[in-house]
């Protein structure tokens, strides 16, 4: 750490960051778990300056599987997404919410992650909310999961914030699980910029 540092402040840096991140599926910023590494953070002079995340897990098989649609004429439809498969609930020309999922493979033909994926996005429309899209579509990504032999789903909110409150109720009630809380986010400032 300190020779990482020292060459930032021979470069003249005046803003530092740093992750945790290691090359792992679903860890990242550092969890509860590492208090040695928020340690070395904070003795280097890192302070928490972003958001804190609760990690969360569910097993695919306890998830509710979809019924009917909740709203009559909504349709799911699965395409491309940003992070991974995206089914899409659809109403007429509308589309009200969506969810992503990614699946931890890692290009390898027999994954050895042993069937594990994550959200990588959940949006509904917020006059649709409340109404059980959300549930009808994390169903739908049961599903398709199955049928990939995914057996773990991984899901994410933030911990404070307002914008977060629906998610941090949602995930319980549907059979998610706290698994830990992550902060992400640190920094430091640079020789230049104290």
């Given at each position: 750490m300190d020779a990482c540092?020292?060459?930032?402040?021979?470069?003249?840096v005046g803003q530092q960051g740093a992750g945790g991140e290691i090359p792992v599926s679903g860890v990242y910023g550092i969890p509860e778990?590492?208090?040695h590494v928020r340690a070395l953070y904070e003795r280097a002079g890192f302070a928490h300056t972003g958001h804190t995340e609760i990690v969360c897990l569910a097993r695919v098989g306890d998830l509710r599987r979809p019924g009917g649609p909740p709203i009559p004429?909504?349709?799911?439809?699965?395409?491309?997404?940003?992070?991974?498969?995206?089914?899409?609930?659809?109403?007429?020309?509308?589309t009200i919410g969506y969810i992503e999922v990614e699946t931890f493979e890692e290009a390898e033909r027999l994954s050895r992650h042993g069937g594990w994926a994550d959200i990588g996005n959940l949006r509904v429309a917020p006059q649709y909310r409340r109404r059980?899209?959300?549930?009808?579509?994390?169903g739908q990504a049961a599903d398709w999961l199955s049928l990939a032999q995914v057996d773990r789903l991984l899901?994410?909110?933030?911990?404070?914030?307002?914008?977060?409150?629906?998610?941090?109720?949602?995930l319980p009630a549907v059979g998610f699980r706290e698994l830990t809380r992550t902060r992400r986010g640190w920094t430091r400032k640079g020789r230049d910029d104290h």
């Open positions: 540092i020292g060459q930032l402040e021979r470069w003249g778990q590492w208090p004429g909504l349709e799911a439809r699965r395409t491309v997404g940003m992070n991974g498969t995206r089914l899409s609930a659809v109403l007429g020309p509308e059980g899209v959300g549930t009808w579509l994390l899901g994410y909110a933030r911990a404070d914030g307002r914008d977060d409150a629906d998610r941090r109720a949602f």
